[in-house]
């Protein structure tokens, strides 16, 4: 498999010798057709689309484009599998599949790694140690409660919803369809999932798992396809719920799509995280925890800590850490274990990160990137912070969705608080003190569905996240997500 020359690094630094993950594993089909009633089939369209590798550019596959007519089926295959078997299934029965596909994806963890950093761009470290652990704990978690749903939710007799059409973005493609689908089933819905049009290839392999682990046909179903495929599964009559994340503007789309009907939904959408640096915080402990926030998966979070708050007495300590600490990020090879910022997703959000960079400098915003090469072919962004930027600025107030981080000062408690909530979005915040009063005061004040405490951009299947005003509604993850598919029944 093409490699993209390999990179580095910072001028005048050390260099470290290649260590590329192996790919010989990893079968990738030339094309693939929708996974709908347990089977691949053809799109009714006739049409296919190339999902590449943004470190070369290069195609990786060809990949069915749904249209309304397969929608159609797999909406029906759904239904037929929910009320036919999947919804009336004994709850137990039902976990033991869903137990079935988390040991799975586990047994074929470094494929899905490897398949998810070629195709999405992501440093191998992260598809390893993030996201490939954390879906097979999102199934082993809700697998647990398929049988125990009378013990999460006592006193309440809950049935499930139905048919659930899930949309979900490119920046976590195998944890967000995990998100999306292991409550689902585990509360007995059926499923069709719209995976993202640059990122189809583990929603793709996971069909494979799901086929492999006997699951009834049409109980899970993957079509794949750009917008208006995804248009096609909100809008039909016949899904009783919505999932969706992605961007806040897609967001109301749907919104507006599903008013008047009588479908449920939640919404993850957009974020502008701040992140809140104190004078007695521990400062190199936060300035790894800002490099996290911000750097980590190359900015396509959408809690991604992009606005940093740092007290005024430290504040030149912590961007002389900083700039230090982002000179030494390795930019390169999604596939070499020493990468620490892989491949933007796409040539689009490159363009959009680009126009971000001259955006804020033409705010008045002074630019601090790191040097170093990055390599001819694909599509890189090297880290960025800007200093004296205000919250007017437009590289403060809008996600950006890449590694550039707005830093800005704060005297007083409640100065670091209204400017961290002086945005539309909600998603996550984080702090940064050795005072648990400063912590608690803060983390209530903070209008976000998570705020992390000394620490940033920590997941675990058990808590709920999503967010205020503009960064959606509803909850996942926890007895929230679970409750998300659940309506009251005898
Ligand atoms: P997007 O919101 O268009 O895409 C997310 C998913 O929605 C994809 O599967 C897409 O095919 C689908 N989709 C697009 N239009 C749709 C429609 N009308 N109805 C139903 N489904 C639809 O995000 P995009 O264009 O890829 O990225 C644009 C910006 O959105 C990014 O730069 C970033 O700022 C933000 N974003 C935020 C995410 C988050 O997790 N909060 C994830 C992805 C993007
Ligand atoms: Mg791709």
């Known amino acids: 498999m093409a490699r993209p020359e390999n990179t580095l690094a910072f001028d005048g630094g050390w260099e470290y010798d290649p260590a590329p993950e192996a790919t010989d594993h990893v079968h990738i089909a030339a094309r693939y057709g929708l996974f709908i009633d347990g089977e691949f089939v053809r799109p009714a369209t006739g049409r296919y689309f190339d999902t590449i590798n943004p470190a070369t550019e290069e195609r990786l596959a060809r990949i069915a484009r749904a249209g309304t007519e ?9 239904r037929k599998a929910y009320s036919g078997v999947w919804g009336r299934m004994k709850p137990a029965e039902r976990g033991k599949y869903i137990f079935r596909i988390a040991r799975m994806i586990q047994e074929r963890a470094r494929e899905f790694a490897a398949v998810e950093s070629l195709d999405g761009g992501k440093p191998i470290r992260e598809s390893r140690d993030v996201d490939v652990p954390l879906a097979a704990a999102h199934f082993f978690y809700y697998a647990g409660w398929a049988d125990k749903l009378g013990y999460a939710f006592p006193g309440r007799s809950v049935k499930p919803l139905g048919v659930a059409g899930q949309v979900i973005p490119w920046n976590f493609p195998l944890l967000m369809a995990a998100w999306k689908l292991a409550p689902a089933l585990a509360c007995g819905n059926t499923v069709v999932l719209k995976p993202a049009e640059t990122t189809p290839l583990t929603a793709l392999k996971l069909a494979e798992v799901i086929a492999d682990a006997g699951l009834p046909p ?18 039909h009559p016949g899904v009783n719920k919505i999932a969706f994340t992605g961007s806040t503007e897609v967001g109301k789309i749907i919104q507006r799509a599903l008013a008047g009907t009588n479908k449920s939904y939640t919404l993850e959408l957009g974020g502008k995280a701040a992140n809140i640096v104190f004078a007695d915080a521990a400062i190199d402990q936060a300035v790894e925890g800002i490099v996290n926030g911000i750097f980590f998966n190359q900015g396509h979070v959408c809690c991604a800590g992009s606005r ?11 961007v002389a850490k900083l700039k230090d600490r982002m000179e030494t990020l390795i930019v390169g090879d999604p596939l070499d274990k020493n990468t620490d910022i892989g491949a933007i997703n796409s040539k689009m959000q490159l363009d959009k990160i680009e126009e971000y960079l001259k955006v804020g400098q033409a705010e008045g915003g002074t630019l601090h990137q790191a040097g170093g090469r990055v390599p001819k072919k694909g599509y890189w962004c090297r880290p960025a912070f800007f200093t004296g930027v205000s919250q007017s ?21 409640d100065e670091a608080l209204e400017k961290a909530n002086n945005t539309p979005y909600g998603l996550s915040g984080g702090v940064w003190t050795d005072k648990g009063a400063k912590i608690f005061r803060m983390t209530q004040g903070v209008r976000a569905g998570v705020v992390w405490a000394n620490t940033f951009n920590k997941f675990d299947p ?5 967010g205020y005003k503009e960064s959606g509604l509803g909850r996942e993850g926890g007895l929230h997500g679970l409750d998300a598919y659940l309506k009251p029944g005898a």
């Open 462 to 466: 058990t808590s709920p996240f999503g």
């Open 308 to 318: 940093l708050f740092v007290q005024e007495s430290v504040a030149d300590e912590v």
């Open 218 to 235: 049409g109980v899970v179903n993957i079509v794949t396809g750009a917008g208006d495929t995804g248009a096609a599964i909100v809008e």
């Open 70 to 78: 397969d929608v159609d089926k797999a909406v029906a295959a759904a």
């Open 393 to 413: 600025n437009r590289v403060v107030q809008e996600e950006i969705f890449g590694p550039v981080l707005a830093i800005q000062t704060f005297r007083t408690f």
